[in-house]
């Protein structure tokens, strides 16, 4: 699982997300407000002063000086310098921003009763005002405010998401811990009664059913392989005596022998039913066996499949590898893949290879196409000169999972396949 898809940092970068969005929008409110705020306070100010100038005005006919040397005052234009009148000319009651040479002033107009000519009230706000400087150092404490609210949410979402994350954590632990023998009983009663509880009792619900249908297979399979053992051996033994008895008549010939190959077909059968209900039993680490020979008789034992057919077979042995499995089962997987060269080449070549880490099997048969070659390996899937029922390679590919091995298959349409039976690395070739 890639960390970025990982459920505590899909809680880790929403926390971040929350805290940046967070973060930029109380510090646009910030920067926004104090701009507003500044204007009004000047704006009162200014309407303050006006206020006091116009009282004074009416109590003595004189127009006083203001109290802040920023602030001036001019009842008419006619007092004015000619910048200030060219500012204000046009300006109508109430107040108003005028800029010149990049200064900022509030001007307010207001028209009085006892008096023709406007007062106007001129405010140079530009030691009160945002400058760029300002503005600037403004900026950069509410962006350093984002970054440190953003960093919070990190390590609030850590450490929040460690403590949801670790019940789900101990669950995956637990369940990846299992043994399919063993597979936990009582699971949900380590969790509260909460979502992860709800989880883990349905792991819990999952699990001994799995475990249920498990053990009926294999007790299936093994009631089946060891009911099937005594028929069959029944037939092995009446095919011998009507061998000893009949073995010189022709017409009974031919038969007895194809029974007798039927009679390997079922004894390989069962030896496969066998293995899947106690796959345990092949993975003994005392137990080990050549390939050479295996090899061999899977050939020899199927030679009946190419006995009437144009075919040369041509056996290398480069090596012979020990591996640590038992005989019975590494034939099943040999078997399955000479029957399947024999039965699908018409005429030509059948090399079987062996070599110190795999064994490699080569035809001249029909091939098989590319859109059917990645469903070869499932079971029940059948070729269309098949004769039997879509296992075979199924079951190559199991035991290819359960050992660790590769099992390769290259082919082309009209001009053979070649299958390769990798050995796992660990497995030692015989000196």
Not at 239 to 261: A, F, H, M, Y
Not at 350 to 367: A, P
């Amino acid at each position: 699982m890639k960390f970025r898809h990982s459920l505590r940092m899909r809680i880790v970068i929403s926390y971040c997300i929350f805290g940046a969005v967070l973060g930029t929008v109380f510090a646009a409110i910030v920067y926004i407000s104090l701009d507003f705020i500044d204007d009004n306070l000047v704006d009162q100010r200014i309407s303050k002063e006006a206020e006091f100038l116009v009282q004074s005005f009416n109590f003595d006919g004189s127009l006083p000086a203001p109290s802040s040397d920023h602030i001036q005052a001019y009842l008419g234009t006619n007092s004015m310098a000619p910048w200030i009148r060219q500012m204000v000319q046009g300006l109508g009651e109430g107040f108003h921003e005028k800029y010149r040479h990049d200064v900022e002033y509030h001007v307010l107009v207001k028209m009085l009763a006892s008096h023709k000519q406007p007062l106007y009230v001129i405010y140079d706000v530009s030691a009160l005002e945002f400058t760029e400087s300002r503005k600037l150092m403004i900026g950069t404490i509410l962006l350093t405010s984002v970054f440190l609210v953003v960093g919070l949410g990190l390590w609030i979402g850590l450490m929040t998401s460690r403590k949801i994350i670790a019940p789900v954590s101990y669950l995956a632990q637990q369940v990846n811990q299992s043994q399919p023998e063993n597979l936990p009983k009582n699971l949900s009663q380590e969790f509260y009664n909460d979502e992860i509880g709800v989880l883990a009792h349905a792991l819990e619900m999952s699990m001994k059913r799995v475990d249920s249908f498990v053990k009926r297979e294999q007790q299936f399979a093994r009631d089946a392989s060891h009911e099937l053992r005594t028929p069959v051996t029944v037939i092995k033994g009446a095919v011998e005596l009507l061998k000893q008895r009949l073995g010189e008549d022709e017409s009974v010939k031919k038969p007895l022998s194809r029974i007798e190959r039927a009679v390997k077909d079922m004894e390989n059968i069962i030896t496969t039913f066998l293995w899947l209900a106690r796959e345990e039993a092949a993975m003994a680490p005392d137990q080990t066996t050549a390939v050479l020979p295996v090899v061999k008789e899977a050939i020899a034992q199927n030679r009946h499949l190419f006995s009437q057919k144009p075919i040369e077979i041509e056996f290398i042995a480069r090596a012979d590898p020990i591996l640590s499995v038992s005989a019975p089962v590494l034939k099943v997987a040999i078997i399955n893949l000479v029957q399947n060269a024999f039965q699908y080449t018409i005429a030509g070549n059948i090399t079987v290879l062996i070599d110190k880490d795999r064994v490699t099997i080569s035809d001249t048969g029909k091939g098989i196409e590319d859109s059917k070659l990645a469903s070869v390996k499932q079971p029940h899937f059948r070729g269309d000169d098949s004769q039997g029922f879509g296992l075979g390679l199924a079951i190559v590919s199991r035991l290819c999972h359960r050992f660790g091995w590769h099992f390769d298959i290259e082919s082309e349409l009209g001009k053979g396949t070649i299958v390769h039976l990798i050995f796992s690395p660990q497995e030692k070739p015989l000196p």
